[in-house]
């Protein structure tokens, strides 16, 4: 299938070193845009603990994307892969009077897993243990495999500005779509029968106002803007410095969410000395963002020592972003200024 012609490409950044892991982005995302009948349990933002089996479970082993250029068979997640959305015992607890009462799933069934189940689990072993947070939504691909995979033509990427959008009343549900996207971030509602995902916070994109996930987080992880705005944010992480990277390149989606992968702690030894190796496999970083992580891991390590060293350092500026809103080139505009939320 022929690529869309796209003009501009919106993208986002996110710091990996900076995420507190606290889902004030999920819980803005949520609250805005699924809270209708068949979303409950939908989290278009979701921010997982890795290494980890994610949401849904286990979404890297489920297929889709292309592998050389051909399409890869994958495999549509079900309710429970993603995780139920329980109800749980908020009066007994918050109103109820007992000291010694605990939050628990008011499910009748023992529940097995959850978006977060293993939430700060991680790897490794003590005293060498390690894990970060990895906050994800819709990569808004350059070559979608959720488009090419749709019989409808209901899947769509915007010429002016890259974003990717299900037109639900082309949509039959037939969730091809959920099988070909390699990071599994689109969500089936059984009440409208169609197929629904991050839309990229459309309304507020138009209008030059950030992202709810960008403008609520309070680590100032994510970075808004243009791929091809040379004075921007994105521009200078991903294609100036080139320390921002796609999560699974081999996916071949060409995906326009970048990530600034995590700085490690050292190893330690039996006596709870440095070793001065890195913590967090280098494999495993590899395995996420491809070999250029080594290298983005370096330039970073290298800017640091620099302002060690009493020298200017840019990138070390971009990334600290003392000043929020250069964050969001291009869309500095509060809510309040177009009557957004």
Known sequence: MEQATVRRQVAMV??????L?????????????????GMQGMWWNTVNTAPGAGTPRNWETMGGGFRAGE?????????????????????????????DATLKPLSTEQPAWGPNW?????????????????????????????LEACPRAAISKRSEDGIVLIDEERCRGYR???????????????VTGTSQKCI??????EQGVATACARQCPGRVRFLGYLDDVDGPIYKLVKQFRVALPLHPEYGTEPNVFYVPPLSPPMLDAN??????????????????GPEVHAALERIAGEMQRRRDGEPSELMDLLISRRWLDMFKGFERHPREVGAK
């Open 118 to 146: 293993d939430e700060d689990v991680g790897g490794g072993e003590y005293p060498n243990a390690y894990y970060f947070y990895l906050p994800r939504i819709c990569n808004h691909c350059t070559r979608p495999a959720c």
């Open 272 to 289: 709870g000395d440095s070793t001065g190796n890195r913590r967090i496999p280098a494999q495993y970083l590899e395995q996420l963002f």
């Open 21 to 37: 892991g606290c889902h004030t982005c999920s819980v803005a995302c949520k609250t805005m845009w699924t809270r209708r009948p």
């Open 200 to 205: 990229f916070c459309l309304p507020r994109v």
């Open 14 to 19: 996110m710091d990996l070193n900076k995420c």
């Open 71 to 99: 399409p890869i068979a994958g495999h549509p997640p079900a309710e429970n892969e993603f995780g139920e959305a329980w109800e749980f015992n908020y009066d007994e607890v918050f109103y109820g009077g007992r000291q």
């Open 176 to 190: 091809f779509c959920a099988e070909a996207c390699p990071y599994k971030k689109i969500y089936y509602n059984a």
